[in-house]
């Protein structure tokens, strides 16, 4: 699949362990920046990953920053987004079977790689379940 990578200072370092994970996994990982250790501002990059989810140039997202708070908030304000902020490998499971979650967001200061991989492991190997969860899926849209 192709998954549109982003973060800000605070994930730099983890965003391009993500990215090669990928590669080692059969995933291409589009590097949406920062491309420096510069302090920026998540929401621009966040943006940049969460547009190219919903407009169908990249399969899914990944987003890190420092709790991954910021980032998964900004994502969500991209219609169509399901942006779920995950901490561990049963997070990134439900946030798929139960939310058809197309975007995971990770804090790169609270959760370590190895957990991350695990999450990204299960992320990939879980299929939407569909079922009374499409319904409530259905139900996420803005209302003003
Ligand atoms: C940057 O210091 C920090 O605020 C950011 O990485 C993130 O944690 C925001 O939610």
């Known amino acids: 699949m192709k998954i549109a990578v982003g973060s800000d200072h605070a994930g730099f370092e983890l965003k391009k362990s993500v990215i090669t ?8 990982g589009i ?28 399969d899914q997202g990944i987003l890190l920053c420092g709790t991954g708070i910021g980032v998964s908030i900004s994502a969500n304000k991209v219609k169509g987004i399901r942006a779920a902020l995950v901490f561990n490998p049963e997070f990134a499971t439900l946030a798929r079977q139960h939310n058809d979650a197309n975007i995971i967001c990770f804090s790169a200061r609270f959760t370590d790689k190895e957990t991350i991989e695990k999450s990204l492991h299960n992320w990939f190997a879980t299929p939407f379940e569909g079922g009374r969860h499409q319904r409530r899926v259905e139900k996420i849209e803005p209302c003003c």
């Open 21 to 28: 994970w990928l590669q080692d996994h059969g995933h291409e």
């Open 31 to 58: 590097d949406m920046g920062p491309y420096t250790e510069e302090s920026v501002d998540y929401p621009d990059y966040a943006r940049k990953v969460a547009l190219s989810v919903a407009d169908g140039s990249s």
